[in-house]
């Protein structure tokens, strides 16, 4: 549960300030009420700017990721970890983020919470990642009519913005798989091979 203080930051945030998108899980619970209370006590991209440095912090730094995912600290050796980390100009709300992660011990959460909230920041500036997989990387002609293919089209929206990348995976055998969000659209060779194997054993 979230402490009071975090709650009671959410509570006086206005009703039509809400996070863009829904997620799941833990993780994305604690994004989105970080989202809310930053819209409305600090900024969006101040809270963003804060939780990727964090992140990245502790990412690179193979010690201080050590403590901060051991589920073993103790209650103040948390508190000591919060304020360090607090220490250099973070976003308040994000400091008030960190708090409640200690008092509940789920500081380890803090790079997937990062992750999740920069999803939430995506949706609300308009912009909609994807991956297009081929078994060769493509070439930049290549590249470019698909990313212009995919930007007007349905999944992205004629309101939104696509950053798009080319990710190569051998395996997929030809064809391509668009990833755009939570939607897939697998074109590839190997799904095609699938499809047809299974044909053949229903039919046989």
């Known amino acids: 549960m979230f402490s009071r203080v975090f709650v009671r930051s959410l509570a006086s945030a206005s009703k039509n300030i809400r996070p863009p998108i829904q997620l799941f899980g833990l993780d994305g619970t604690y994004a989105s009420a970080l ?10 991209e101040s809270a963003a700017a804060s939780l990727n440095k964090l992140s990245q912090s502790i990412e690179t730094d193979p010690k ?3 403590i901060v995912t ?5 209650s103040k050796d948390r508190s000591i970890i919060v304020d360090t980390l607090s220490a250099n100009n973070v976003d308040a709300s994000v400091a008030n983020l960190l708090r409640v992660l200690a008092e509940n011990n789920r500081l380890e959460l803090l790079p997937k919470v990062s992750n999740q909230f920069t999803v939430l920041t995506d949706a609300y500036n308009g912009l909609v990642k994807g991956t297009v997989i081929t078994a060769q990387p493509l070439d930049s002609r290549s590249f470019k009519r698909i990313e212009k293919a995919l930007a007007g089209s349905n999944l992205v929206g004629s309101s939104k913005s696509l950053k798009l990348i080319n990710e190569v995976k051998p395996d997929i055998q030809g ?11 697998d074109l590839s060779v190997a799904a095609k091979v699938q499809r047809l ?8």
């Open 70 to 74: 051991n589920p073993s600290l103790a």
């Open 197 to 204: 194997n299974k044909a053949l054993e229903d039919y046989i």
């Open 35 to 44: 989202f809310t209370a930053a819209s409305k006590d600090t900024s969006i």
């Open 175 to 185: 064809g391509l798989i668009v990833e755009l969000g939570d939607k897939t659209v």
């Open 64 to 66: 201080l990721k050590e």
